[in-house]
């Protein structure tokens, strides 16, 4: 099941692809030859694309453990428990986020998705020695789009530590042009018909055991430390 797309991102894989995959239908199928029911296989976890100690300093390994192991594979636990027996049991994990996004009714399921695809995105959006400067390719939208690479740094700066609250601030492609933007609690640009590119999570779980209330410390080491430019522009397309 730990195969990437071609977004570099671990797919989430519905039902019915679980099921062709693992046994090209034959299971489907009962000794009697009649179809049965199928049991809804889950949403799966994707593994981290490094180990738990990998960024550390500047993100320690306890927090990882916490904020994957208990947060991201907790919000992936309770959609797996909200969608089981639904119309969105057999949707991709992005088909379940544009189905129910605005939807007073759907809010459980809306945010338990945001935020596991959220926290996918969000451990790609990082890695070892990060940081630095873009590839050329990204590097010339930014400084259209900014003036400069460290101006579209500071953007991202201003946009996680103004983000009053939980959230996230992130670099996405609207139509053809670069824009920071930040959601709260666990919105996404996702629902929004932007394309995300990079994303940092501030929710106070992503950085309070290592940085307690310095939000900025943390992101402004993100930044210069950890941040995957390359993944990224990877998702230019
Ligand atoms: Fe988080």
Redesign the pocket.
Known sequence: MNVKDETGLVPHWSRRDFLLASAGGALLVAAGGFPRAAQAAPLLLPALPYGDDALAPVISANTIGF?YGK??KGYLDNLNKLVAGTEYADLTLEKIIIATAGNAEKTAIFNNAA?TW??SF?WQSLRPKGGGEPPAALKQKIVAAFGSVDACRKELVTAATTQFGSGWAWLVLEGDKLKVVKTANADTPLAKGMKPLLTI?V?E??YYLDYQNRRADYVNAVLEKLINWEFAAKNLG
């Open positions: 904020h947060h991201h935020q959220n926290h969000y999570d929710w779980h992503a």
